[in-house]
């Protein structure tokens, strides 16, 4: 029997104490959702920690910092993703899944860069918050792709 780990057992508990009963698979993906969080959490403090170095102390235009800062927080992200995260599809190609990771990861970007100059640049809204915005809609984006295309 595989053992579980602590994020599963924590969701278990969770539902446990709250006294909801769901299914199976919907347990599985409240699971799955929880992991995505945390792995997401650690991808934006990447990215937040990047971006801030990036334009604070190496005086990187804004919306190249972020590209990099997205950029290190995605090969961090897509570790995490498909050896925790999502159960990929072990039949499908890995080079595919690598390619339609980055792929979606790019689309992601843009979505990012976009919405960073149009809270920032249009908007003036102080840059971390414009980040924060842009990463909160852009991890729905994230979640739904890679949860179509990598299982």
Same mark, same amino acid.
């Given at each position: 029997?595989?053992?579980?780990?602590?994020?599963?057992?924590f969701?278990?508990?969770?539902? +446990?104490?709250?006294h909801?009963?769901v299914? $199976? @698979?919907l347990?599985n993906?409240? /699971?799955?959702?929880?992991?995505? =969080?945390i792995?997401?959490?650690m991808a934006?403090?990447?990215?937040f920690?990047?971006?801030?170095i990036?334009?604070?102390?190496?005086?990187?235009?804004?919306?190249?910092?972020?590209?990099?800062?997205?950029?290190?927080?995605t090969?961090?992200n897509?570790?995490?993703?498909?050896?925790?995260?999502? +159960?990929?599809n072990?039949?499908k190609?890995? $080079? @595919?899944?690598?390619?339609l990771f /980055?792929?979606f990861s790019?689309? =992601?970007l843009?979505?990012?860069?976009?919405?960073?100059?149009?809270?920032v640049?249009?908007?003036?809204i102080y840059?971390?918050?414009?980040?924060?915005?842009?990463?909160?809609?852009?991890?729905?984006?994230?979640?739904?792709?890679?949860?179509?295309?990598?299982e």
């Open positions: 029997m595989k053992k579980e780990d602590k994020a599963s057992l969701v278990k508990r969770i539902l +446990k104490i709250t909801i009963k299914s $199976k @698979k347990e993906l409240l /699971i799955q959702i929880f992991k995505f =969080g792995v997401g959490v934006t403090i990447i990215d920690a990047s971006i801030y990036l334009k604070e102390f190496l005086h990187i235009h804004v919306i190249v910092a972020n590209t990099l800062s997205f950029c290190i927080a090969v961090y897509y570790m995490a993703s498909i050896h925790w995260v999502f +159960k990929v072990q039949d190609d890995p $080079k @595919k899944n690598f390619i /980055i792929f790019v689309i =992601g843009i979505l990012n860069d976009l919405l960073m100059w149009f809270t640049e249009q908007f003036q840059y971390l918050l414009g980040k924060v915005i842009a990463t909160c809609l852009v991890m729905i984006f994230n979640f739904i792709t890679r949860k179509l295309f990598l």
